[in-house]
């Protein structure tokens, strides 16, 4: 008690009070550390507090406007730390979430390669993000909570922040939990002074020294998880892929596009290196999608891929780029004699509600000019939709022989898979029976559904129920309660959870 005495004592020295020791009770001290603290520059007040309730609280009560720049920045600061509390809360709650029995169906451990829980299919839904989100978010809370657990604390201190808790959490996941507690702990200490391109460097070299046999052996099994992601949507009808693999493919990728970039600039064309980079890797595409073969090979081709690689039809369909259009954004203007599809590529677009903007499929909403110039024809297929009801009434099939009609009338539909928030192409996914064919459902309009093989898993083996209360909505229950809807704009609703679990339904679901 008296050290603490001492100390109050001494910082009311130096906030300049005059104060008689024998005269200050203990709870005027406490009173004493108030007035100190009230007086502390807002800077100096939250550089070091932890993330949590309390800074939270402080935050909230902060007027910005009459803090100096120097305060405002451990703001910032201050709050960033309260973000990674919450974030940790979050990743042990995915946890704890994937290790409850009803997330851990056992009939899905049969059915699939993926993940056999389906805790992050779960969260995936909640939050309306990804599915890989979801799993991602189950995958690091369980390494935290179990092997990682000052990784863990340094997020919930905020310390550091998510992006270099994932370094960290990722760069561990496949190793022993003994070199990983050995890495953690030559790379933690200093990690919040680095960046998380940093971190991760750290824990690949820490990786090698602590054992550099088993790092090469780590990355043998890296390369067969070699991919190019999906595209991603970002802004103005711009997308990006992300290549991930052996770093001397990747960077004889990198090299060649470079070499033939300045050789083009050379020769006197006069677009950027990052314009020319980007058009002759895409040219590729473009011929492959005119040609019918990808015109590319290298060490991982085998014999049949000499000359190319042909493309391969998926449902009936060569791989093409879908235009989804309304029917009056074609037709010309009144007095205007050119043809539908042709005329307006150039034309003044007709005001737009939100529902009647064109769709790239694969990418999202496109300006209108773009959609007529690209259902005019070459390699993209066009789906014009009633204005009225948004019904598809051309599908125009120009570039190659078209499957049942009421497939492509459901994948058109549909967009993409049925389950919310799921991006996969309808045109790549199963035409799934909502009411299983061999239980009395129908082959129709009202009972079909796009549905990608891991959410036709869930709906099979995980203990999901799928209902499709009229043409185009679905609604799922999963294994925790919880109740969506998905619209046919691919918007989900939450719905009330009525008490109705689907484990305690007499039949599977189907």
């Known amino acids: 008690m008296f050290d603490s005495q001492r100390d109050d004592m001494e910082a009311g020295r130096k906030a300049g009070l005059e104060l008689s020791w024998s005269a200050l009770s203990e709870i005027e001290l406490g009173m004493l550390a108030v007035v100190v603290e009230d007086r502390t520059p807002w800077d100096e007040r939250l550089r070091d507090q932890p993330g949590g309730a309390p800074l939270l609280a402080q935050l909230e009560s902060i007027d910005l406007d009459e803090l100096d720049e120097s305060a405002l920045v451990e703001v910032a600061a201050a709050a960033a730390r309260v973000t990674s509390r919450a974030q940790q809360i979050q990743l042990r709650a995915a946890a704890t979430l994937a290790g409850r029995a009803p997330l851990n169906p056992e009939a899905m451990a049969e059915h699939t390669n993926g993940p056999v829980g389906v805790a992050g299919d779960c969260l995936a839904l909640r939050l309306r993000c990804s599915t890989r989100e979801g799993h991602d978010l189950v995958r690091r809370g369980k390494q935290l909570a179990t092997v990682l657990t000052r990784t863990d604390d340094a997020l919930a201190t905020g310390a550091i922040d998510r992006p270099r808790a994932v370094a960290i959490a990722d760069g561990l996941e496949q190793v022993p939990w003994q070199i990983a507690l050995a890495v953690e702990d030559s790379v933690l200490d200093r990690a919040p002074g680095r ?26 099994r890296r390369r067969s998880q070699r991919r190019v992601s999906r595209p991603r949507a970002l802004p103005d009808s711009v997308a ?3 290549v991930e693999g052996p770093v001397a493919d990747v960077l004889t990728l990198d090299l060649a596009l470079d070499g033939a970039a300045r050789a083009a600039r050379a020769g006197g064309d006069e677009r950027t290196l990052e314009q020319l980079r980007f058009d002759i890797l895409t040219g590729l595409g473009h011929q492959a999608l005119g040609t019918g073969v990808l015109a590319a090979s290298g060490p991982h081709s085998g014999p049949a891929e000499a000359d190319g690689w042909p493309l391969a039809t998926r449902n009936g369909h060569r791989p093409s780029v879908h235009v989804t259009v309304g029917l009056d954004q ?26 009647e903007v064109p769709e790239l499929d694969g990418y999202g909403p496109i300006a209108p000019a773009t959609a007529r110039a690209l259902a005019a024809g070459g ?63 129908r082959t129709s309009d009202a009972n079909l559904g796009a549905l990608c093989t891991r959410d036709h898993l869930l709906k ?19 294994p925790t309660g919880h109740r969506y809807r998905r619209k046919r704009d691919g918007t989900t609703v939450d719905l ?4 109705h679990h689907p484990l305690d339904d007499d039949a599977p679901p189907f």
């Open 195 to 220: 960046t998380p391109a940093q971190v991760r460097a750290d824990v690949a070299a820490a990786l090698i020294a602590v054992d550099p046999d088993e790092a090469h052996a780590r990355a043998s």
């Open 496 to 499: 009330e959870r009525d008490g």
């Open 330 to 355: 074609l037709l010309p203007a009144a007095g205007d004699s050119r043809s539908p599809g042709v005329f307006g590529i150039d034309a003044d677009p007709p005001a737009l509600t939100l529902g």
């Open 379 to 441: 390699i993209w297929r066009r789906m014009v939709t009633d204005p009225v009801t948004g019904a598809p009434v051309d599908l125009g099939r120009t570039r190659y022989t078209p499957p049942a009609a009421m497939a492509d009338r459901i994948r058109a539909r549909d967009g993409t898979c049925v389950r919310p928030g799921c991006s996969h192409r309808a045109i790549e996914a199963q035409l799934d029976h909502t009411t299983a064919y061999d239980r009395g459902g």
């Open 240 to 242: 990006s892929l992300r």
């Open 460 to 478: 099979t083996h995980g203990d999901f129920t799928l209902n499709q209360p009229e043409p185009g909505v679905f609604e799922w229950i999963t």
